[in-house]
């Protein structure tokens, strides 16, 4: 079993940045792959990032290419998105998940991942 705690959303301006925190704690952190997914209201559930469980590959959505940054932290047992030049449409529930999938290979399906976190709200105004 693996317990993910989110942390770090807000309001912020569009322009501006966020970082995402998920905090493991369970079974080995490491040995998981670790996912970004984000779910606006009325909308499904929908892939932003994942990290291997090296952190030797990241993939990241077409919407957030080049403006989002996903790490993580082994010994810390925490993963992070760091989330810049935001715009409002990247207004969602931002949740990170745990994948034994995902710890070599792309994974965007929700299917892919074992365990989530809570959710962390985000909120981008214009």
């Known amino acids: 079993q693996v317990q993910l705690v989110e942390s770090g959303g807000g309001l912020v301006q569009a322009g501006g940045s966020l970082r995402l925190s998920c905090a493991a704690s369970g079974r080995t952190f490491s040995s998981y792959g670790m996912g970004w997914f984000r779910q606006a209201p009325g909308k499904e559930r929908e892939f932003v990032a994942q990290?291997?469980?090296?952190?030797?590959?990241?993939y990241y959505a077409d919407s957030v290419k080049g403006r989002f940054t996903v790490s993580r932290d082994n010994a810390k047992n925490t993963v992070y998105l760091q989330m810049n030049s935001l715009k409002p449409e990247d207004t969602a529930i931002y949740y990170c998940?745990?994948?034994?999938?995902?710890?070599?290979?792309?994974?965007?399906?929700?299917?892919?991942?074992?365990?989530w976190g809570q959710g962390t709200q985000v909120t981008v105004s214009s």
């Open positions: 990290i291997t469980y090296s952190g030797a590959r990241t």
């Open positions: 998940a745990a994948s034994s999938i995902a710890t070599t290979r792309w994974a965007p399906r929700t299917s892919d991942y074992d365990y």
